[in-house]
């Protein structure tokens, strides 16, 4: 369940998120084509689709909570890149 918050494009974001800097964004989109990759490499690996799904909930909610402690900084940078 834990698999994609142990990335890190993740880890990055929980240290700024923590310790209140700016990660590069090149680091970031590195960060963020790795995780990408894992994303989509990862559907295979898990037993069935309600896993996946439960994962990438997991996922989510993690990323929604680092967004909202960091302020409204990262929610924008979440919305330039869609």
Same mark, same amino acid.
């Given at each position: 369940?834990?698999?994609?918050?142990?990335? #890190? *494009? %993740?880890? =990055?974001?929980?240290? $700024?998120?923590? #310790?209140? @800097?700016? +990660?590069?964004?090149?680091?970031?989109?590195?960060?963020?084509?790795?995780?990408?990759?894992? *994303? @989509?490499?990862?559907?295979? =690996? %898990? +037993?069935?689709?309600?896993? @996946? &799904?439960? $994962?990438?909930?997991?996922? &989510?909610?993690?990323?929604?909570?680092?967004?909202?402690? $960091?302020?409204? #900084?990262?929610?924008? *940078?979440?919305? #330039?890149?869609?």
């Amino acid at each position: 369940m834990k698999r994609f918050i142990k990335t #890190k *494009l %993740f880890l =990055a974001l929980q240290e $700024a998120s923590q #310790k209140g @800097f700016d +990660p590069s964004s090149q680091v970031l989109q590195n960060r963020y084509d790795e995780f990408v990759t894992l *994303l @989509f490499s990862g559907s295979t =690996a %898990f +037993p069935d689709v309600v896993a @996946f &799904h439960n $994962a990438l909930v997991y996922t &989510h909610v993690e990323l929604v909570g680092l967004t909202e402690g $960091a302020g409204k #900084k990262y929610g924008s *940078l979440c919305a #330039k890149n869609n």
